[in-house]
C-alpha cells in the first residue's frame, strides 16, 4: 500500500511558478514511478509527467520547457515544479505511484493523492 499526499497548489498570475510535492508513506518510495496529472473543468484527465525509480523523465508536450519533475526518495517525496504557468494550465493536479505498465497511462496506476487545486489568473 501507498498512501500519497499533496501540497502546493494555488492561485497564481500567468508567468508565475508553484511548485507541488506529492509526501508518499507505505512501501519504499524508491521502488516505484511516480506519475502527475490534471484534471480541468470538462475536460479528461492528462498526464504531465512521470519519472521512473531510476530518474527517466517523460513530459506532456504541452509542458515540456516549463515543468520539472523530480523525486527525492530521502524524503520521500516528488515534485513538479511549475514555471511560465498559462491559464490554461488551471486544473486539479494529482500524483500517482506505481503504475502496473506504462507511466503516462493513468488507468495504469495503483495509487492516487487527494488532488490539489492550480489555478492561473490571466
Known amino acids: 500500500q501507498v498512501q500519497l499526499v499533496e501540497s502546493g497548489g494555488g492561485l497564481v498570475q500567468a508567468g508565475g511558478s508553484l511548485r507541488l510535492s506529492c509526501a508518499a508513506a507505505?512501501?519504499?518510495?524508491?521502488?516505484?514511478?511516480m506519475g502527475w496529472f490534471r484534471q480541468a473543468p470538462g475536460k479528461k484527465r492528462e498526464v504531465v509527467a512521470a519519472?521512473?525509480?531510476?530518474?527517466?523523465?517523460y513530459y506532456a508536450d504541452s509542458v515540456k520547457g516549463r515543468f520539472t519533475v523530480s523525486r527525492d526518495n530521502r524524503k520521500n517525496t516528488g515534485y513538479l515544479q511549475m514555471n511560465s504557468l498559462k491559464p490554461e494550465d488551471t486544473a486539479v493536479y494529482y500524483c500517482?505511484?506505481?503504475?502496473?505498465?506504462?507511466?503516462?497511462?493513468?488507468?495504469?496506476?495503483?495509487?492516487w493523492g487527494q488532488g490539489t487545486q492550480v489555478t492561473v489568473s490571466s
Open positions: 500517482a505511484a506505481d503504475p502496473k505498465g506504462d507511466p503516462t497511462k493513468g488507468n495504469d496506476y495503483r495509487y
Open positions: 519519472i521512473s525509480w531510476s530518474g527517466n523523465i
Open positions: 507505505g512501501r519504499t518510495f524508491s521502488s516505484y514511478a
